[in-house]
C-alpha cells in the first residue's frame, strides 16, 4: 500500500488554488472548484478529491479540451427552468452556478430545475445537493460520463457511471445525502486503487466473453480504455442479482443529461475524436431543488426526516454489526476526523511537487519534503 502524508487544510487549499489559478482559472472559479475538489476529500471519498486535482482538471487544461475560463451560457430560461450550456468550462464552476440558480427559482417559485449541455466533469454530485439541503431545500442532480458500463446482458461500455444522488434536509448534525453511481464501481475508485496497487473488486467488470473480469485496477483501466472490459451496474451483470435496476437507473441519468438540453450522450462522450485524438467530453447534468417552505416548511420537513432516519436506525442489527447507517453519517464523521488535514498518497504527492515546480510556487513546502 502506498505511504500517505497528511496536509493541513489551508495549506492544500492555498494550494490548489494558486494552481487552478495559474493554469488560468479566475480566482473567484477557481475557489468554486477548489471547494468542490477538496469537499470530496473531506468526505472520505479520495476518488474524486486530490487524486484526480492533476490527471482530470490539470491536464484536461493543458490538453485543450477544457476551458479554464468558464463561459456559462444561460440558452433559455422560464421561471422554474433553465438550459445552460458550459462551453466546456470548469464543471464545478457550471455545476455550482446552475444548482445555486435551480435553488433561487425554488425559493421563489416552489421547485427549479437547471439542465445543462457541453460541460466538463463537475466532481462528487453530493456537494451539489448539500447546497440544495443547506438552503432548505430537496436536491438532485445527475451526470453522465464516459461510456464505461455495460448495460444488462451487454458487454460494452454503453454509458457512464452516472450517479443519481439525491439530499434532504433534516434536523441531524449532517443532512440526508445518497450519492452514488448506478456501476458498482466508478471509474475515480479503480484510479485510485491503481494508484495504492490495489486489484480490481470482484464483479466490478465484466469482459468481452461475459464474465467477471480478474486483475489489477491499473490493468483493468487499460482493459476498459481498449474496449475489453466494461464496469456493470448496480447489482452486477444479468438479472439474478437485479442489475437489470441499475442498469435503468443509469438510463434515467443518461435520458435526463441529455434529452432537455439537446446534449451529448453515449460513444459521444468518450472524449476521443476519429483519429483517436483528445476532445472536449460535452457533459451534460441536471439540478433540481424542491423547496420545503412551499409545503409543509423546513422546520416540519426537517424534523420529520430526522424522524424517519432515526426510527431506521433504531432497528435490529444483524449479528456483529454496531450501528446502522443513514446517507451522509460516515461522511459526516470522517470529516469530523479529518480536522487536522488530507491524507495525500505518494503517487498525488509526485503530481503536487512537479504542479508546484512548473509553476514556481515556491511558497509551499510538502510535509514529504521536509
Known sequence: MAKTNIVDWKTITNFVIDSFVGYGIPREDAEICADVLLESDKRGIESHGCNRFKPIYLDRIKAGIQNPVTNFEIVKETETTAVVDGHDGMGQVIGYKSMKMAIEKAKKYGMGMVVVRNSCHYGIAGYYTSMATKAGCIGLTGTNARPTVAPTFGVEGMFG???????????EAFDFNFDAATSTYQNGKLEYYARIGKDAPAGALVNLEGNAYVGSSADALKAMARGEAALCTLGGPGEEQAGYKGYGFAMFVELLSAVLQDGNYGKALTGKGENGEKVPFHLGHFFI??????FMGEAVCRKKAGDIIREVRAAKKAPGAERIYSAGEKEYEIRLARESGVPINESVQAEMTAVRDELGLTQYVFPWEK
Do not use: C, K, R, S
Open 289 to 294: 431543488a424542491i423547496d420545503t417552505d412551499h
Open 161 to 171: 457511471t452516472n450517479p443519481l444522488t439525491l439530499g434532504v434536509p433534516t434536523d
